[in-house]
């Protein structure tokens, strides 16, 4: 008889690491954490957008389909958040620019996604939700 962790046991016959596409900038590991503030910076805040309520099993190609028209978005410009390996709601994006992003935020805010048909919004650089969750300084 062996003695494992709490955390161990929690994982222990949990759902396979495997699949999940995308990109790449999520997780989908237990216990992963996927924080957005790390992803969005000085650098590139005026081009990024927050998405705020996506369904849980949401993957970059729907968050590309969602914004089709506004620019060329790839897996790579779609960071989904998670906490322990769960998904938060929240999925950074990134446009080719500022005029973008703006567009897409005018024209999408409150639409649904998804088959789930959730309602999401869209918060930009000027937001305090998005520069708390991006940890953002004021100005």
């Not at 998405?51 to 506004?70: A, D, H, L, S, T």
């Not at 906490?83 to 709601?89: A, D, P, Q, S």
């Amino acid at each position: 008889m062996s003695i494992i962790t709490y955390g161990d046991y929690s994982k222990f016959n949990g759902p396979s690491n495997g699949g999940g596409g995308g990109g790449g900038n999520y997780g989908g590991q237990p216990g992963s954490n996927v924080k957005l503030s790390k992803y969005c910076g000085q650098d590139n805040q005026e081009r990024a957008i927050l998405m705020r309520g996506c369904p849980w099993k949401i993957v970059p190609e729907q968050v590309i389909e969602f914004f089709n028209g506004f620019g060329a978005l790839t897996a790579e410009d779609i960071f989904i958040e998670e906490y322990n390996g769960k998904r938060t709601g929240s999925v950074l994006v990134l446009f080719e620019n500022q005029d973008v992003a703006q567009n897409a935020k005018a024209s999408k805010n409150k639409e649904t996604i998804g088959a789930e048909t959730r309602y999401v919004e869209l918060y930009d650089q000027n937001d305090e939700f998005m520069m708390k969750v991006c940890d953002l300084a004021y100005e």
